[in-house]
């Protein structure tokens, strides 16, 4: 039997990392066959195997180190934890916690949640162009949103431009009513509910009547040079390779844009290629274009998404491994 002590800060600190009815300990003794129990201002950790004892020790200890900085203990970082600890990357935790992007109409101050998160927001930053690719709930439009808001509030541009391609997600809308801007805006709704969020509703909109803030579809975009602007390109994968390259090809002086995707969720015809899968490659060594592709250890809604992500992605590389095999067998 292996057994770590830890000396905590006090009774607060302790029903922090321990959470609720002692949910965040329970998942870290289920995470690695330990049991945890406190004492005092003493945290035990005892186990059958000492290399899972060392690895609950420092998840309790990275949990300890969001109470530190001041951060809410939940479900999801708690599982983030027991994740980067399994990869020994766990001390990479901290360095996510004190970036800030911007603070939301609300007064809550929007930051990466991952390491992903933290070098998608870095490499924003830093290029000029960047692409943030991987499947849902990993925060690809939401920080691209939060980091224009932050540029225009900072003056260091002068409008953003949120635009995605309209390409209906599997099944047939048919007939919408309304004028175009009306039948266009099913399309762009994600877009407009994280600049609400940032801004609230009528800030908002009198940004948006006046221009600083436009939302439209990808076809807007043809024929224009898009100077001192925060460009985003939402659900990049159901873009067309021609319309991909016209809208790389509208970035003006002083831009930046941000394409997103996730290559999993491609809804354009069997005919079609995806713009996001060639330009990913074609662009991949190209000076001042970033790409940042998140797993599902960047996902950061319910844990159920995080697990049904990884189930498909399971899924598709068993069918790959079984394609590839009968390639190989019918040679």
């Known amino acids: 039997m292996t057994e770590k002590t830890l000396v905590m800060d006090g009774a607060e600190q302790i029903s922090a990392v321990f959470g609720d009815f002692d949910k965040n300990i ?22 059958e195997n ?27 970082q708690v599982r983030y934890a027991i994740a980067m600890v399994n990869e020994g990357n766990e001390e990479e935790i901290a360095a996510v916690s004190g970036d800030c992007v911007c603070v939301s109409y609300a007064g809550k101050p929007i930051k990466p949640k991952t390491v992903g998160q933290k070098k998608y927001c870095d490499l924003i930053r830093k290029n000029t162009i960047t692409f943030g690719v991987g499947p849902a709930g990993t925060g690809k ?19 953003i431009i949120l635009t995605r391609p309209a390409v209906e997600a599997g099944e047939k809308l ?18 407009y509910d994280g600049l609400f969020e940032m801004l609230g509703q009528e800030s908002f909109a009198k940004l948006h009547e006046r221009g600083v803030i436009e939302v439209a579809p990808l076809a807007y975009m043809r024929g224009r040079t898009l100077d001192d ?23 003006g002086f002083n831009s930046k844009m941000v394409i997103t995707g ?15 899968v060639e330009a990913l490659k074609i662009l991949k060594n190209v000076e001042d274009i970033g790409q940042n592709l998140f797993t599902e250890k960047d996902v950061v809604r319910h844990r159920l998404v995080q ?23 019918n040679r």
């Open 26 to 47: 329970n998942l870290i003794q289920r995470a690695f066959s330990v049991k945890i129990f406190s004492r005092g201002d003493e945290v035990k950790i005892t186990g």
């Open 50 to 76: 000492e290399l899972s004892v060392a690895k609950a020790e420092k998840a309790v200890k990275t949990l300890c180190g969001y109470f530190t900085r001041g951060e809410a203990i939940e479900e999801q």
């Open 141 to 159: 439009t939401y920080l691209a949103v939060a980091l224009a808001v932050s540029a225009l509030k900072q003056k260091q541009v002068q409008r």
């Open 174 to 191: 048919g007939f919408l009513p309304g004028d175009l801007q009306n039948k266009v805006d099913p399309y762009l709704r994600p877009l």
């Open 229 to 251: 602007s925060f460009i985003i390109l939402d659900e990049a994968q159901n873009t067309t390779r021609e319309q991909m390259k016209m809208f790389l090809t509208r970035l």
């Open 262 to 276: 996730d290559v999993t969720q491609i809804d354009l015809p069997e005919a079609k290629k995806s713009g996001l």
């Open 307 to 329: 697990d049904i992500v990884r189930a498909y992605a399971e899924h598709s590389e068993v069918i790959d491994n079984s394609v590839r095999r009968g390639r190989r067998k």
